[in-house]
């Protein structure tokens, strides 16, 4: 009579080397995800793409953001027409020797007519430096 061996019952264990590799994975991820929102100030926008968009190396900067939904904001606070220009006063006299330069973060989706409001209340009340911000193609 022949007697087959019968296999081993092995112990189960946890395998260290693949649970390292998965916290990697996850630690880079979150660090990823993490650089990815610096440049977000205020509320997200899309950007209208620009073929001849250069970068603009100034120390005085004020952001405008206009959404799709017409709201304003300067530098991710949310402001009105009236208040943006008393604000904007404000910030050019903290540092009068440099111009104040004003970058636009207008929406894709924004009307036409609100961004022409915008630039005439601030050429009329004297801020000639308006920049709009713009993705590369």
């Known amino acids: ?10 112990k189960a264990r946890i395998e260290i080397i693949p649970m390292i590799d998965v916290m ?3 630690l880079v991820f979150f660090v990823l995800l993490s650089l990815n929102v610096i440049p977000a100030l205020g509320v ?22 206009l959404t799709a939904s017409a709201e304003m904001q300067l530098e991710g606070q949310a402001v009105t027409a009236e208040i943006l220009v008393s604000r904007l006063k404000l910030l050019e006299a903290k540092e009068p020797k440099k111009k104040l330069v004003l970058l636009v973060n207008a929406d ?26 713009t993705k590369r193609k």
């Open 1 to 10: 009579m022949r007697k087959w061996e019968e296999p081993e019952n092995r």
């Open 108 to 133: 894709q989706k924004v009307e036409f007519q609100h961004v022409i409001d915008l630039m005439d209340t601030l050429k009329g009340k004297g801020f000639e430096a308006i920049s709009f911000v």
């Open 44 to 65: 997200k926008t899309a950007l209208p793409s620009s073929s001849t968009a250069e970068d603009l190396q100034t120390q005085n900067l004020a952001r405008i953001t």
């Open 24 to 26: 990697m994975f996850l």
